[in-house]
């Protein structure tokens, strides 16, 4: 849970969430000429626009992650005390056993990448779109497939160098 699930599904979730609305939002600054307008004044796109997407979600999505794995943790003992007839002290002892603290700290560094690549498809997706609104709504959507698709990826690549390293 806190090494794989956890991250995996808080990055799928805000992927669905953030990163659509990350790359809808700037994708209709962009073809409202709004980015044009910031640049024209001197306002970089990076540094005002994406950036502080960027740090957004790198600050946020580890604290969701830690959320998510408190979470499946409580309901694991829940299903061990209804269903499994252990203690709640019994859960824990074995919990401790289980988890490690590498375990948790991969998952979060894991998240933090995560995070990075989220708001980094996603505004750049929205910042080429074209074309009206169709434009935004098919760089949403191909925002939204391609983070799914490199969370897998990138989630596949930590395994193997997690695995590698005896971690």
């Given at each position: 849970t806190v090494r794989e699930l956890g991250p995996l599904m808080t990055g799928i979730v805000v992927a669905g969430r953030s990163g659509?609305?990350?790359a809808a939002e700037l994708g209709s600054m962009r073809v409202s000429e709004e980015i044009d307008a910031l640049q024209t004044m001197g306002f970089g796109?990076?540094?005002f626009l994406v950036f502080p997407r960027l740090m957004a979600l790198v600050a946020v999505v580890p604290l969701l992650t830690m959320l998510a794995d408190a979470m499946g943790i409580?309901?694991?003992?829940?299903v061990s005390l209804t269903t499994l007839d252990l203690t709640t002290t019994a859960y824990l002892t074995e919990l401790q056993k289980a988890v490690h603290g590498w375990d948790c700290l991969s998952g979060i560094l894991k998240s933090a990448v995560f995070a990075t690549a989220i708001a980094?498809?996603?505004?750049y997706q929205g910042l080429t779109a074209s074309g009206g609104a169709e434009g935004v709504g098919r760089r949403t959507t191909g925002a939204v497939v391609t983070?799914?698709?490199?969370?897998?990826?990138?989630d596949a690549v930590f395994t193997v160098v997690f695995h590698a390293f005896g971690g």
């Open positions: 659509a609305a990350y796109a990076m540094r409580a309901g694991g003992l829940v980094v498809i996603a505004c983070i799914l698709f490199l969370l897998i990826v990138i």
